[in-house]
């Protein structure tokens, strides 16, 4: 009886085969032959792997240092790079101007309705993550005069504020006489400058010296979260978006706020009830979330939880932008001893007054230059900002892409092509800002990709470069810093923005 059993079941396979058999087909073509012999991408070099499937991607930002593995890719390979079945890595100052322009604006990919967050099962969407163009356009118009730089230069006092605090702080920790970690430091500084001029009070970083309520990690965590679902989106579907999981954690644990959320809603309302018992306070104040509530008061349709995502933005994107080129900027000045010579000499000469203006800051050529090399060398964020072939399809670096394709640029590559930055492209050199023909340091600002380009461009990259020319030469000037081991280098973390790690330095006052 065992033999006929065995025997009967073995009989069936055929059958089984057979009524598999399309589903077979079907899944070896559209998951193996149709991306391995796609006619437009089959000529586009990579890795074997990623011409399967994205999980080869994902993999490499799941080391925390995929800009270092997309330099390679691009130093062996060329412009373009296959990082997956449908997705193209550019290394082109071209491809700005064409994937990244203010006309067609191509749609960005499903990479970032990952940064989205839910409420009430649907994605909220904010300024950067929504893929609809009209949905950015609706909710960027009315706010972007608030952050053109002749808006935000009525912000100088907010940061000279946060300034004075920072500078009591680390004349303290020069006088303990104690090593410190400088980018922790000057993150808890960005932090509390965003929150100052977003909401006209710090949250306590600088006063605490520490990460109030683990909000910076918890940002953190939620980018590295992004970066890695962002490379297969349909996993953030399954996991952080599913509706089935969300109600089932609700059975569980009560829903969390986070304390930025928490501390932005306090904020909101706190000046709503100062608004509506002192309405003549609605033209006093200098912070974002007024100048967002007057905004709201004239534009009713304007929704709450617009508000909130313009907050919030400022927040989360601003303090770890800022931070990692502060950090950048002093960290390779103080390895490379005569660049920082060069600056201090023209910050003495220039005989600046204390706090220094923004209208004089920007026009000092050799800080100007320190700058823009920190974020040349270190752009803040390290994977590909993804946009989406039309349907009729797009031609890059003599190459046609077919409609759908997903195409990006990641400035950590495009800032070491050595055709525009010239053959040191891989090391600190800010002259090569100041010595430049016109002509080359266009061709270099060009390509200069640190805040994205076209109608996406960094709506906060202006609160960026205020905070960095007034706070960069007033540290210097006041503080002689010095690497505790100048033989070690620094570590970077990418997880979608490149967190530095370990920059320790003593502190001394210079005297002035």
Not at 224 to 243: C, E, F, I, R, T
Not at 246 to 261: C, H, I, Q, Y
Not at 445 to 461: I, T
Request: hydrophobic residues 40%; glycine residues 6%.
């Amino acid at each position: 009886m065992d033999k006929i059993n065995v025997h009967t079941d073995f009989a069936s396979l055929p059958l089984l085969i057979t009524l598999s058999a399309p589903l077979i087909i079907y899944l070896l073509y559209h998951l193996v032959l149709f991306p391995l012999f796609r006619s437009d991408l089959r000529s586009i070099p990579g890795p074997f792997l990623a011409k399967l499937t994205d999980l080869h991607r994902l993999l490499l930002v799941r080391t925390e240092s995929a800009h270092e593995h997309h330099l390679r890719l691009h130093e062996r390979h060329g412009p373009l790079v296959r990082l997956g079945p449908n997705n193209v890595s550019v290394s082109s100052p071209a491809a700005i101007s064409i994937l990244y322009n203010t006309r067609t604006r191509y749609a960005k990919s499903d990479f970032y309705p990952v940064m989205g967050n839910v409420a009430h099962g649907k994605v909220v969407p904010t300024i950067f993550s929504t893929q609809d163009e009209s949905v950015h356009e609706i909710m960027k118009r009315p706010i972007a005069q608030v952050y053109a730089m002749t808006s935000l230069k009525s912000y100088e006092a907010l940061v000279e504020s946060t300034e004075i605090f920072f500078f009591d702080r680390l004349r303290e920790l020069a006088d303990e006489g104690r090593p410190i970690d400088l980018g922790k430091w000057l993150h808890w500084f960005a932090t509390d400058v965003v929150l100052e001029i977003t909401f006209g009070k710090r949250l306590g970083f600088l006063e605490r010296g520490e990460d109030v309520d683990g909000i910076i990690q918890m940002i953190e965590q939620r980018f590295s979260y992004v970066a890695v679902a962002g490379q297969m989106p349909w996993l953030d579907k399954l996991l952080h978006k599913n509706p089935l999981i969300a109600f089932l954690s609700g059975l569980f644990s009560k829903p969390t706020m986070s304390p930025v959320m928490k501390f932005a809603l306090e904020r909101i309302e706190e000046r709503k009830r100062e608004f509506r018992e002192y309405p003549e306070k609605r033209g006093e104040g200098r912070d974002f979330l007024t100048r967002f509530l007057n905004i709201q008061d004239s534009h009713p349709n304007i929704p709450d939880f617009w508000i909130i995502s313009w907050c919030q933005q400022n927040v989360q994107a601003g303090s770890d932008s800022t931070a990692i080129t502060l950090t950048s900027v002093i960290y390779h000045l103080l390895k490379n001893p005569d660049t920082m010579e060069t600056l201090l000499a023209e910050l003495d000469n220039a005989n600046l007054p204390s706090p220094i203006p923004w209208d004089i800051a920007h026009k000092l050529p050799y800080l100007d230059a320190c700058i823009k090399e920190a974020l040349r060398m270190t752009p803040a964020i390290g994977i590909p900002l993804e946009r989406v072939a039309p349907p009729g399809g797009i031609e890059l670096c003599g190459n046609y892409f077919r409609g759908g394709t997903v195409l990006g640029v990641n400035a950590w590559v495009l800032h070491k092509d050595k055709k525009v930055f010239g053959e040191d492209a891989a090391s600190w050199r800010p002259g090569r800002w100041v010595e430049a023909s016109e002509g080359e340091r266009k061709e270099m600002e060009r390509a200069l990709f640190a805040f994205g380009g076209g109608s996406r461009v960094c709506l906060g990259r202006n609160i960026s470069y205020l905070e960095m020319y007034k706070v960069i030469p007033e540290l210097l000037t006041r503080f002689k810093f010095e690497l505790k081991d100048p033989s070690k280098e620094w570590a970077l973390r990418n997880a979608f923005f490149v967190y530095t790690k370990g920059v320790e330095v003593t502190i001394q006052r210079r005297e002035k």
